[in-house]
């Protein structure tokens, strides 16, 4: 069965440094999404891109957080100069169409130290 | 934007017991799916159901979109049902590229 697949599963990084989480969307899929998860608490929307071009943004993605699908099959969330408080688990996920049913990769867990 | 309410927050069960969840939500949706997060943090979908019945083993979905809210019923728990269940919609009001608003969870345990 096709799945959404995000790697690394788990990355530690120092303060101020940049990370970048990368995903394969389910290859049919024409609709991607980055959600963020603070342990504990609720999953939140970061992101969705379409047609190569952010669709929409929540008020969490400012200019620290950038997206990219830099070939056919990546999808990426680029986190500059990342904080303490980036620590989090971030899904990917994507969708076919519009109104359809989304799905998720396993997550990477973010640890800044 | 749309608010997602899930009800009870926190539910402890013995094994064997049946449960119901609940998510109301505030605005007519497109989008309803059910999650599990299991305890490795992986989102498990459920059922996506807009509107309407779907049943896949022991658990079964409804979802009332004219009165905006949806259950969640699980019948028969074991302990690997365990775990976080979000619901999570997307506004009718928006356009096909929304990402999904999720509720806070109902926090699942089974005991043996």
Redesign the interface.
Request: aromatic share 12%; charged share 15%; proline share 5%.
């Given at each position: 069965e096709p799945e959404v697949t995000q790697t690394p599963s788990h990355q530690v990084t120092q303060m101020g440094q940049e990370v970048i989480l990368r995903c394969v969307p389910i290859s049919n899929h024409l609709y991607f999404y980055w959600y963020r998860q603070i342990l504990g608490q609720k999953v939140e929307f970061l992101v969705s891109f379409y047609n190569n071009e952010i669709s929409e943004k929540s008020e969490i993605f400012d200019d620290q957080f950038s997206v990219e699908r830099p070939d056919g099959s990546n999808f990426t969330l680029k986190i500059r100069s990342t904080k303490l408080e980036d620590s989090a688990m971030y899904f990917c996920a994507s969708r076919p169409g519009p109104n359809t049913e989304a799905f998720f990769g396993q997550g990477t867990r973010l640890t800044v130290v | 934007g749309i608010q997602v309410e899930q009800s009870p927050p926190d539910l402890i069960l013995q094994e064997g017991a049946n449960s119901t969840l609940r998510c109301n939500f505030s605005d007519s949706v497109?989008?309803l799916?059910w999650?599990h997060q299991n305890p490795?943090?992986?989102?498990i979908?459920l059922f996506?159901i807009?509107s309407g019945t779907k049943q896949n083993g022991r658990l079964s979905a409804t979802t009332v979109a004219t009165e905006r809210y949806s259950l969640l019923y699980i019948s028969s728990s074991q302990t690997t049902d365990s775990g976080v269940y979000?619901c999570?919609v997307?506004s009718r009001g928006?356009?096909?590229?929304?990402?999904?608003?999720?509720?806070?969870?109902t926090h699942l345990i089974i005991q043996p």
């Amino acid at each position: 069965e096709p799945e959404v697949t995000q790697t690394p599963s788990h990355q530690v990084t120092q303060m101020g440094q940049e990370v970048i989480l990368r995903c394969v969307p389910i290859s049919n899929h024409l609709y991607f999404y980055w959600y963020r998860q603070i342990l504990g608490q609720k999953v939140e929307f970061l992101v969705s891109f379409y047609n190569n071009e952010i669709s929409e943004k929540s008020e969490i993605f400012d200019d620290q957080f950038s997206v990219e699908r830099p070939d056919g099959s990546n999808f990426t969330l680029k986190i500059r100069s990342t904080k303490l408080e980036d620590s989090a688990m971030y899904f990917c996920a994507s969708r076919p169409g519009p109104n359809t049913e989304a799905f998720f990769g396993q997550g990477t867990r973010l640890t800044v130290v | 934007g749309i608010q997602v309410e899930q009800s009870p927050p926190d539910l402890i069960l013995q094994e064997g017991a049946n449960s119901t969840l609940r998510c109301n939500f505030s605005d007519s949706v497109n989008n309803l799916q059910w999650f599990h997060q299991n305890p490795w943090g992986q989102l498990i979908n459920l059922f996506y159901i807009p509107s309407g019945t779907k049943q896949n083993g022991r658990l079964s979905a409804t979802t009332v979109a004219t009165e905006r809210y949806s259950l969640l019923y699980i019948s028969s728990s074991q302990t690997t049902d365990s775990g976080v269940y979000f619901c999570a919609v997307d506004s009718r009001g928006g356009g096909g590229a929304d990402g999904l608003t999720f509720g806070k969870g109902t926090h699942l345990i089974i005991q043996p």
